[in-house]
């Protein structure tokens, strides 16, 4: 019994009534008009060109009257099209109707008399133009009516008669050619007049068979929502409500009737969630959905109903119509005051994370301290294990805070979900997380269920479109012993961690006794860099790189030490991460640039030299004046430097800047171990680079890995780069790079790192 209804309705459509066929026949009358302005201006174009080109001068008084009543006819057109469509000529279909008729049968007679008169008047070219113009009219017009399938035929027919006619007229076979290619155009017009037309009645019969549809649904619909915690919406394009649940109104205050066509906006203005906590960004982000095109899921949006605040959650996702831009967004809301009281209770006492929804760094703690003392109570040992983060800062640098956060998100449902009931993940603060084991068998176990979180983190996250590689890095301690306090714990971890994060992408390592030694050198370090660091104290080194053809130095690479009191010889790659974090990048990065510009003032003129430079020195403020004065200092020409920065640091918008800013001097830019990091193919095409080092892992199999490499150098190539082949350390590497069209190499048998006095008697020699 439940299905009749929609059995009835949809057998109502399988014909139209006569209201149905008036309203299709005002549509598409309504779309012709819409039209007519520019078929209009198109013909009184070709009129012009034909007056001007075509119409001979003398051809007598029915050639000259031909343009005048040609005009006439499309300014008539062109002026009832824009009239009706403004709203200034009330639309009568009968009227409206003969008007169009009369416009293209008109215009159609109009067409087909001159070609009647010319073509026994035109030689050749003139015929052929004609004959061009004609087909391509006829063609024009029957596209422009063929959404009214009587008015284009009366065109089609109009039309291609009376040039039948002239065609007949004439002496000669290719008029009779012509002749039986216009059957078949015109022919081919009407049969496409005729699809096109029933195309459009059968759109028309689909939609009121949706809307028959939407009927039955809304039926059932009705009886759900009374029976149901849950309330359906509905809104066209536009945001205004189609629908809204009789109940929900009647909880809301207000009248279904008067919501029907009222925008979201002004429901919940006038429902306070813009003044509501909380409710200006939901309705924010339920406008950048709507606006996007984009479903949205459990939105919570704050309302005031009868003097209390509730909070509704949200739902929704649009449904295409039947236009391009058309389209109605459903949903589903539901009443969510009660859940949302207890979750904000939750977060009040501060156990909670607010954005991840995990436990957070207090809870944690908490934990971490009843699971230390369990643990000296004779229970099971546990483990500490720290994970971080190993790609989001330049997510946030480059995509915004709004998609990191997404990403931080999905970050912590992948690890709650791996741990299970087993392990406490917590996030302790911006991309660090922290796992407790409650129970720990072995070391290797630990490891084991560590490779699970990066595994899961090692797949990639969707946000907004865009697919993010984050993958981390895990350090952790299982102690020896039951008497290590949780400050222990936690500071044990965490140098694992640190020590997983410099070994590279996605590693995990287990606290070992160094790492505290590595610790303390590191503070050490830190301390020295803060007590100031000394231009005597850097020594430079220099790689030299070979021109493959030449076998002769045409580069070389500077290698930094710090000469320093305490630790001794510490090279660049150790200190300057120091530097970095000491926020000191800018300092001490000037001060390698100018001993590098002063080594490279002594060098011959066409010896360039590569620096590398970290992301946050790029983000420097000064750094295009500094290179300049330094350049400008030390005499030397910017392209002979080179500023190299590997590929796995994270390039924010302001170190983009500044790259530009270099690259503007004349500065080259370079990427570093091309091949270790997770940069895209998109910065090397977008940011002005002009080399690429290849990573010495790809040369160091010989020949095994050649394929590989040839495949780099030819991709780093298409890009418009140069390719720096790394770690050639024997002939037949060198070879090898000679076949793959490598134009410079740097490795052993280019030379080992010198000082600048070695460096110039080799040099003095190759420039002999």
């Not at 279909?93 to 009647?116: Q, T």
């Not at 084991?448 to 990066?454: A, K, R």
């Not at 095409?685 to 199999?701: A, E, K, M, N, Q």
């Amino acid at each position: 019994m439940g299905f009749e209804p929609r059995s009835a309705l949809l057998a109502e459509q399988r014909a139209l009534t006569a209201a149905q066929r008036r309203d299709l026949r005002n549509r598409q009358i309504t779309v012709s008009f819409t039209m007519l302005p520019w078929a209009a201006a198109v013909h009184l174009l070709v009129v012009l060109g034909l007056s001007m080109y075509v119409i001979p001068e003398d051809g007598g008084l029915l050639l000259r009257a031909w343009p005048i009543a040609a005009g006439v006819v499309g300014i008539v057109g062109a002026y009832v099209g824009v009239a009706v469509r403004r709203g200034a000529i009330v639309q009568s279909e009968h009227l409206a109707y003969i008007f169009l008729a009369f416009e293209f049968a008109a215009a159609g007679v109009l067409y087909s008399a001159l070609a009647i008169v010319l073509y026994p008047i035109l030689d050749d070219a003139g015929d052929l133009v004609m004959t061009g113009t004609m087909a391509a009219i006829i063609g024009a017009g029957a596209l422009t009516t063929a959404v009214l399938r009587s008015l284009g035929v009366i065109w089609i027919l109009s039309s291609t008669v009376i040039l039948g006619i002239a065609f007949w007229q004439q002496p000669g076979p290719e008029f009779g050619r012509l002749l039986i290619s216009l059957l078949v155009y015109g022919t081919a017009l009407i049969a496409g007049t005729i699809v096109v037309s029933g195309h459009i009645e059968g759109r028309y019969k689909a939609e009121l068979s949706a809307a028959a549809e939407r009927t039955v649904a809304q039926m059932l619909l009705d009886d759900f929502e009374g029976n149901a915690a849950d309330f359906v919406w509905e809104t066209d394009s536009k945001g205004r409500f189609l629908r809204i649940p009789s109940r929900l109104a009647f909880d809301a205050g207000i009248d279904p009737a008067a919501v029907r066509g009222v925008s979201w906006q002004q429901l919940f203005a006038e429902l306070g969630s813009y003044e509501l906590p909380g409710g200006r960004d939901a309705l924010l982000e339920l406008e950048k959905a709507r606006s996007a095109k984009d479903a949205f899921v459990d939105v919570m949006l704050p309302v005031r109903v009868r003097d209390a605040i509730r909070w509704w959650k949200l739902s929704g996702r649009p449904t295409p119509g039947l236009a391009p831009d058309d389209f109605v967004w459903r949903g589903v809301g539901s009443d969510v005051t009660d859940v949302k009281i207890q979750s904000d209770e939750i977060v009040r006492m501060g156990l909670i994370d607010a954005l991840t929804g995990m436990p957070n760094r207090h809870n944690f703690w908490l934990e971490l301290e009843r699971s230390v003392r369990n643990s000296e109570q004779g229970k099971p040992r546990i483990a500490l294990a720290m994970l971080d983060l190993d790609n989001f800062k330049s997510v946030n640098d480059t995509l915004g805070h709004s998609i990191g956060d997404e990403v931080l998100k999905e970050v912590g449902a992948r690890l709650v979900e791996v741990g299970g009931a087993a392990h406490l993940c917590a996030r302790l603060g911006g991309d660090e997380f922290a796992i407790l084991f409650r129970t720990v068998d072995d070391h290797d176990s630990v490891h084991t269920d560590l490779l699970s979180y990066v595994d899961i983190l090692r797949e990639p996250v969707l946000v907004s479109g865009n697919r993010l590689d984050i993958g981390c890095s895990i350090g952790f301690h299982v102690p020896a012993d039951r008497g290590q306090t949780a400050d222990a714990l936690l500071v044990a971890a965490d140098l694992a961690l640190y020590a997983a994060k410099e070994s590279g992408r996605g590693t995990i390592l287990q606290y070992q006794h160094s790492m505290q030694l590595t610790a303390t050198r590191r503070a050490h370090l830190l301390e020295d860099i803060g007590n100031g660091v000394s231009p005597d104290d850097i020594e430079l080194r220099f790689l030299p790189q070979l021109d493959v053809a030449s076998r002769s130095i045409v580069a070389v690479e500077v290698k930094a030490t710090w000469n320093n009191a305490r630790l001794g010889m510490v090279p660049a790659t150790e200190f300057m991460v120091v530097v970095d974090d000491a926020g000191l990048s800018s300092t001490v990065g000037s001060m390698l640039f100018e001993k590098a510009c002063s080594a490279a003032s002594k060098m011959p003129g066409d010896i360039r030299l590569a620096i590398s430079v970290s992301g946050r020195e790029l983000e420097s403020d000064g750094l295009v004046d500094h290179v300049a004065d330094a350049l400008d200092r030390w005499g030397v020409l910017a392209r002979r430097i080179e500023l190299q920065l590997t590929e796995s640091s994270a390039i924010s918008d302001r170190a983009k800047a500044g790259m530009r800013g270099v690259a503007g001097l004349g500065v080259s830019l370079t990427v570093d171990e091309f091949g270790t990091g997770f940069s895209s193919l998109a910065s090397l095409s977008d940011l002005p680079f002009t080399r690429v080092r290849v990573d010495r892992s790809f040369s160091g199999t010989v020949p095994g890995q050649w394929p590989i490499l040839a495949a780099v150098v030819t991709l780093v190539e298409s890009l418009g780069l140069e390719a720096v082949m790394l770690g050639v350390d024997s002939e037949e590497q060198l070879a090898g790079a000679a076949d793959m069209k490598v134009r410079t190499v740097q490795g052993r048998v280019a030379g080992e790192a010198m000082t600048l006095e070695n460096l110039m008697r080799i040099l003095s020699v190759h420039h002999e």
